[in-house]
T-cell receptor, first 115, second 109 residues
Framework: NAGVTQTPKFQVLKTGQSMTLQCAQD?????MYWYRQDPGMGLRLIYY???????DKGEVPNGYNVSRLNKREFSLRLESAAPSQTSVYFC??????????????FGDGTRLSIL | DQQVKQNSPSLSVQEGRISILNCDYTNSMFDYFLWYKKYPAEGPTFLIS?????DKNEDGRFTVFLNKSAKHLSLHIVPSQPGDSAVYFC????????FGDGTTLTVKP
C-alpha cells in the first residue's frame, strides 16, 4: 500500500530557481494538502484542495502555487525559490475536509534546501 | 494567533510509567481533535481522535481526554514504551486542520 507518495525526497536549489514538488495518493481521497514544517514548529498549511478542481490558500501561501492535476495528484510549485523556503514539505490527503474526524494521511516529506 | 497550542516542547518519562501530553485550544467551534505521532524522517501518522461531544476516547494504551470548559485536551500513554519516543502533534478539524507545534516524547528504558 503506497498511500501518499512524494517526489523528490531531497532537493537543493539555488535562490531564484524554480521547481515543482509532486504528490500522489492512491486512497481515492477527495482532499489533499501541502504543509511545511520548520525546525521546532508545527505543520503550517500552505494550500489545500477540498476536491478535484478546487484549491484554496492556507496559512502561508505566499511564494507558492498549486495544481490539482486530477483526483490523485496535487503538485506544489516554487516559482522563484528563496532561502526562507528552506523547509520540509509534507503532502497529505483525507476523505474530506470540514468538521470531521477524518484523519489526514501524510507522505514522508520532501527536504528542500535553498542556497 | 495560534489556535492550537502545545506548551511543552519536550517530555521525558521512564519506561512503564505514564506519559501525559497536553494541548490547549482557543476556538470553541472545533468539532474534532486528533493526535498524530511523527518519527524522524517520516510523515505524521494518525493516532487517536475525539469528538467534542465526548470527554474521553480510549484505544489500547492511548487515551485522550477532553475538557471543553477549559478548552484543554490531553493524551495519556500507559504504560509508556521506548518505541513511543516520537513527536506528538495535536490538531483540530474545523474546515481544515490546525496543528500544534508538537511535543517531543522520550521514553527511557
Amino acid at each position: 500500500n503506497a498511500g501518499v507518495t512524494q517526489t523528490p525526497k531531497f532537493q537543493v536549489l539555488k535562490t531564484g530557481q524554480s521547481m515543482t514538488l509532486q504528490c500522489a495518493q492512491d486512497m481515492n481521497h477527495n482532499s489533499m494538502y501541502w504543509y511545511r514544517q520548520d525546525p521546532g514548529m508545527g505543520l503550517r498549511l500552505i494550500y489545500y484542495s477540498a476536491s478535484e478542481g478546487t484549491t484554496d490558500k492556507g496559512e502561508v501561501p505566499n511564494g507558492y502555487n498549486v495544481s490539482r492535476l486530477n483526483k490523485r495528484e496535487f503538485s506544489l510549485r516554487l516559482e522563484s525559490a528563496a532561502p526562507s523556503q528552506t523547509s520540509v514539505y509534507f503532502c497529505a490527503s483525507s476523505k474530506t475536509t470540514g468538521y470531521s474526524n477524518q484523519p489526514q494521511h501524510f507522505g514522508d516529506g520532501t527536504r528542500l534546501s535553498i542556497l | 494567533d495560534q489556535q492550537v497550542k502545545q506548551n511543552s516542547p519536550s517530555l521525558s518519562v521512564q519506561e512503564g510509567r505514564i506519559s501525559i501530553l497536553n494541548c490547549d485550544y482557543t476556538n470553541s467551534m472545533f468539532d474534532y481533535f486528533l493526535w498524530y505521532k511523527k518519527y524522524p524522517a517520516e510523515g505524521p501518522t494518525f493516532l487517536i481522535s475525539i469528538s467534542s461531544i465526548k470527554d474521553k476516547n480510549e484505544d489500547g494504551r492511548f487515551t485522550v481526554f477532553l475538557n471543553k470548559s477549559a478548552k484543554h485536551l490531553s493524551l495519556h500513554i500507559v504504560p509508556s514504551q521506548p518505541g513511543d519516543s516520537a513527536v506528538y502533534f495535536c490538531a483540530s478539524n474545523a474546515g481544515k486542520s490546525t496543528f500544534g507545534d508538537g511535543t517531543t516524547l522520550t521514553v527511557k528504558p
